[in-house]
DNA sequence: CACACAAACGAAAACGTTTTCGAATTACCG
DNA sequence: CGGTAATTCGAAAACGTTTTCGTTTGTGTG
């Protein structure tokens, strides 16, 4: 009932372990005859090769790392699915690991992937990473590395992201054509990268429309949860009750912002238009359907898989490889919550 | 630049390979002075014991294989969820493959796991699964055994899940105390243990209230899809337009149901009552908000990762283990789609 | 028949660790 | 001081594979 090894193959048929291994791997220098029988008696032993010793031998284990944030979210999950699937039609196995937007836990993983040997690790920073350190041992140490989404600018290494400023500009952009003027904006935390981009696109659009920006407009999330939208909606409507538009820095936070207004009888979009952003799926079954920013979290997934196997291959033949950076596209989606006003 | 060894730290310092090893396990038959100079040095030169070699002497990986039909789906990711942090919590790193409901494709990822020799396996099977041969093997080989949600009763392994019956007789149950009494049902899939003890809850439920079980009433989903409950509440109002209540065998389809009442104009829970299966978070801020039964998804994991744990322990050691079946508890939760009816 | 050459196989090293068991040294005690 | 016991160390095997480089045998050619 034990495994069957290369070993008992080559005993049970008098010949050497070398052959045996040749004989699996269709080395020109076996017989025919010999082939044959290796390969029978292989199948009805249920033969297959220890992965710890080809591991260690062949110095690579065939399986990458990931890193995210959270992995209860529509955007990321859907990610996690395009990694997996691309990394398994290619012969990789995925570990998951959840940072919490933690940068003490995101450390620690990195670690744990660097010591577990990975052949390469795809990471979308947690919202305290401000800190590259552990980025740059990654990078020391060779390993194949891409970043996606929440990335760190700096640091050399191909990425995976979608134009922020651009897919935030032209969402505001959207409720300005729509008839908004007074539009708040709930940010993400003061960290994370396409926080700010997005940050700076809700600005841009103000400019281009020759609105005045108002920074106590800007409300800036903690933690980008639901209860977030609930209460900043609330504050909102209090500091400013003639606001009527907003932008959140994502669906999650723009349903809160929904599901305090239809609590309270607030009108959308009539009173106050709101659009998020990443086309979660729920967005298009509320009451009103929420408009959006479609992104596309799929595709991202599989992307950076492909550009990580480009550079894993590079490695193990020890040719260069330049990181490159890919730019997804994004598109507006309107719905319901961002009908166009009805005086214009 | 290169991995620091065991080798070169014994080299260095003059002593043995084995020396080394020791020192840096904390064996008591190495002395003080040895000690701290191994440690310096190890410290001193980044060193990190080589998994694959650890591996192959120690024939294990302290990785676990987990193969679920949807990553992108709010039941399983929060399992995932669960899994991942007990995992990691003790020492274990997660291997995530995704089946995609296809029986093929779920014995291939068995195959897989088994291949790469991860310590254990835990499985929420897929909709095609009628066939336990990929599981067999599982046992054949000894290796640790977890199954979740969607099981093969047969199956001698230790297993995870909710008391499907109970909690869909309650859910039903609900449905009439508040005065509902034509209920249909959206099943799932004739396969899934799930599905049908649903479909059997359903009917006890029926069968208590002295309500006559009407074959006609129940709607078999084959994808469990948005789409199918938009579908079928169109057939429902077509074929029974007398229906007054809905139970759905899951969210998702649920609010498939909602949204096609909302869109054409059908009052919830005036006309019909709606009750859905697993509390998914969109349930909650849907207008209006879906009454449904509670899974604790996150503690499904925990626990599942939990059983599979003792497990892998015992089978190091050597010592028997007998699987176990533990059953979480769930409960109904009233919102606004299963309001009671005015008129009793 | 000598020689070259191809075909088929195997010995052995290497990957880096863990662990057993015996050897060497030191300390202790009567 | 002889002997025992404790302390400290290391040689070597083992885990199972891959791959290099010989060696042997057989075949064909001049």
Not at 3 to 24: D, M, P, R
Not at 25 to 48: C, F, G, M, R
Not at 202 to 221: G, R
Not at 249 to 263: E, K, M, P, Q, R
Request: charge should be neutral; hydrophobic fraction near 40%.
């Amino acid at each position: 009932m034990k495994e069957a090894t290369l070993k008992e193959i080559a005993e049970k048929l008098g010949i050497s372990i070398t052959t045996v291994s040749k004989a699996l791997k269709d080395y020109p220098d076996v017989s025919l005859k010999t082939k044959e029988a290796v390969i029978s008696l292989a199948k009805e032993l249920n033969y297959s090769p220890n992965s710890f010793a080809v591991n260690l031998r062949t110095k690579e284990s065939k399986t990458i790392g990931l890193i995210i944030p959270e992995i209860v979210h529509h955007f990321f999950s859907n990610v996690i699915n395009g990694i997996v699937a691309e990394a398994e039609k290619n012969g990789y196995l995925v570990i998951i690991l959840q940072s919490n937007e933690s940068l003490e836990l995101e450390k620690k993983q990195v670690a744990l992937l660097i010591n577990k040997r990975v052949d390469g690790i795809i990471i979308s920073l947690s919202n305290e990473s401000n800190d590259d350190s552990h980025l740059m041992e990654i990078i020391a140490r060779k390993i194949p590395f891409v970043q996606f989404d929440k990335i760190a600018k700096l640091i050399h290494s191909s990425k995976v992201v979608i134009n922020d400023q651009i897919a935030a500009r032209n969402a505001v952009q959207h409720l300005i054509d729509n008839g908004y003027r007074k539009i708040a904006h709930i940010r993400g935390p003061l960290n994370p990268q396409n926080a700010i981009d997005r940050f700076i696109g809700y600005k841009k659009a103000l400019e281009i429309n020759n609105i005045p920006f108002d920074p106590s407009l800007v409300y800036t999330c903690e933690k980008v949860t639901f209860q977030e939208g609930i209460d900043f909606a609330k504050q909102i409507m209090a500091d400013h009750p003639d606001v009527d538009g907003i932008f959140a820095i994502t669906d999650l936070v723009a349903v809160g912002v929904l599901s305090y207004f239809n609590d309270i009888g607030i009108k959308i979009p009539e009173q106050v238009a709101v659009i998020g952003f990443s086309n979660w799926f729920m967005s298009q079954v509320l009451t009103p359907k929420l408009s959006t920013v479609d992104q596309p979290s799929h595709e991202m997934g599989v992307t950076s898989f492909k550009l990580l196997l480009e550079e894993m291959n590079c490695h193990k033949k020890e040719i260069p490889f330049s990181p490159r950076t890919i730019e997804l596209e994004t598109k507006v989606i309107a719905r319901e919550s961002t009908f166009k006003k009805n005086n214009i």
